[in-house]
């Protein structure tokens, strides 16, 4: 797999992302060998840097971000020697006239036609613009060798999902659109597939008559920081729900798929998106609860409010916190709700998925037994336990709850890949499995139309506040009575 030369282009050069996770995650697949004899990174945005500095510069990300830690003086450089910086608008061009001009010399040079990725790592508004010079350039017209790589948000809401799918798939095939949900590359993530379909003890007890329900949970401990300008017109259900959360659940309630094949597995997920009992606005003011962080202490650090973050409007009504019910409608799920909840500036970061069984039906011991319950923890702590009643030793029947643990510590040796290191090993090989179909993207925003539109008809009235540094405001907790007294957290 690894035959084909690449020229990897990364639209957004300067930006956040280049310098956090593409480039430690580029570097570290090129440690580890995973990249093509052949490659070449093309770096393109505005502004004019000198290409030593600018490469100084990612190196500092690589050893600030990269899993692997500092990175290595000689094995930088043969990296390096491969990136090069292209200053360049992109809404001219001429940028996309000097850009054909490498990638073709490097093409050349590599006697073989390869393939060709274009990461848009850029401010949506760019995104089309990119699209239109890129197809019109010829850049990325080989429809199984050139892939264009397209960043969250895709779109703000259903139309502009729609549109922007419309536009792309206009100019390029469906299977050269990869776009991302950096969720899905995340190992713990892919394992929940592992899981459930390459096991059987848990498959057969996987639905409505033996779970009782399901929380899903991303907590956050970092605030909003420096992407204020972005996020206050955002929000966390367009910025996590939509997304990360949506996928997670796709994962925890699709069907087995017929193979493990990129169409299937998206098939699979979509049906569960589509079966989503759509909210009507009297069940989001029931069901749905948004909040904003006001100031408070996180790890004894004292945090400021989010209407007090920059680029934040003081008045701003945005959530920062959303918990929600959902139902399933289909034979598998019916009447088992998900809760799913996410939220910045909470006590700590914590990303589970609990699956919670129901009670023995017929009771012979005494004590109050706790049902069995699934803990997957996506991050930071790598791990899956199950609880299960235990007898406590000594002369009387007494039980306790106890766990059964797999960690990622104690199970294996390596460390693990990046969500990124996965996603854009996978673009080079074409495979599509962990991105995002246009049905599928277009099928999340229509689950959280209602809530969106049922908020904008009262942007304050159902705002709560959570102080920084907890879990998030009471009805969050409420919403889960009398399924759960509280969310779970791993201690
Ligand atoms: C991004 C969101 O997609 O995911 C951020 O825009 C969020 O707001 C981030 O912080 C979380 O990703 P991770 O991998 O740190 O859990």
Request: aromatic share 12%; with cysteine; glycine share 4%.
């Amino acid at each position: 797999k690894k035959a084909y030369p690449a020229a990897i282009t990364i639209f957004g050069a300067r930006g956040d992302l280049t310098r956090r996770k593409l480039i430690p995650a580029l570097y570290n697949l090129f440690i580890e060998n995973h990249l093509p004899a052949l490659f070449e990174i093309f770096c393109v945005d505005f502004q004019t840097v000198d290409e030593a500095a600018f490469k100084n510069d990612l190196l500092s990300g690589v050893n600030e971000f990269s899993r692997n830690g500092k990175a290595e003086p000689s094995k930088w450089a043969g990296f390096a020697a491969r990136i090069s910086y292209l200053q360049g608008d992109f809404t001219k061009k001429e940028t996309y006239i000097s850009l054909k001009t490498k990638v073709e010399d490097f093409e050349k040079s590599s006697k073989q036609r390869g393939n060709r990725m274009f990461y848009f790592a850029v401010a949506p508004r760019f995104i089309e613009v990119i699209a239109e010079a890129l197809s019109t350039r010829k850049l990325c017209s080989n429809k199984t060798h050139d892939r264009i790589v397209v960043e969250k948000p895709f779109g703000t809401d259903l139309a502009t999902a729609r549109k922007l799918n419309h536009f792309l798939t206009k100019r390029f095939s469906e299977k050269q659109v990869y776009r991302i949900d950096h969720y899905l590359g995340k190992e713990t993530v892919q394992n929940i597939m592992a899981f459930r379909f390459a096991n059987f003890v848990f498959e057969p007890l996987w639905n409505k008559n033996y779970i009782d329900h399901i929380q899903i949970s991303v907590a956050e401990q970092v605030s909003v920081g420096k992407r204020g300008g972005y996020y206050d017109a955002s929000g966390a259900l367009r910025d996590m729900i939509q997304n990360h959360l949506l996928q997670l659940l796709c994962i925890v309630a699709m069907e087995c798929p017929g193979a493990y094949k990129a169409e299937a597995i998206r098939d699979a997920k979509t049906k569960v998106l589509k079966s989503i009992r759509p909210f009507t606005t009297q069940q989001v003011f029931k069901n749905v609860v948004r909040a904003q962080y006001t100031a408070g202490e996180v790890d004894d650090v004292q945090r400021i409010a989010y209407r007090q973050e920059e680029q934040v409007s003081p008045e701003s009504n945005t959530e920062t916190f959303v918990a929600l019910k959902m139902l399933i409608d289909n034979p598998r799920w019916e009447g088992v709700p998900f809760f799913l909840r996410t939220g910045k500036s909470m006590t700590r970061q914590s990303s589970v998925i609990v699956v919670q069984f129901k009670d023995s039906p017929h009771k012979i011991f005494k004590d109050d037994i706790v049902p069995n319950r699934l803990i997957i923890s996506i991050q930071p702590e790598l791990e899956i336990s199950l609880l299960f009643e235990s007898k406590v030793p000594g002369l009387q029947m007494k039980l306790v709850p106890v766990e059964m643990d797999f960690t990622y510590q104690e199970a294996y040796t390596e460390s693990l890949p990046e969500a990124y290191e996965a996603l854009l090993l996978d673009v080079l090989h074409g495979d599509a499995t962990l991105f995002m179909r246009a049905d599928q993207v277009e099928a999340a925003w229509k689950v959280v139309m209602p809530i969106l539109d049922a908020w904008k008809k009262s942007p304050s009235k159902q705002l709560q506040f959570y102080e920084s540094g907890t879990w998030g405001p009471a009805a969050g907790s409420n919403l889960l009575k009398p399924y759960a007294k509280e969310w779970y957290r791993l201690p």
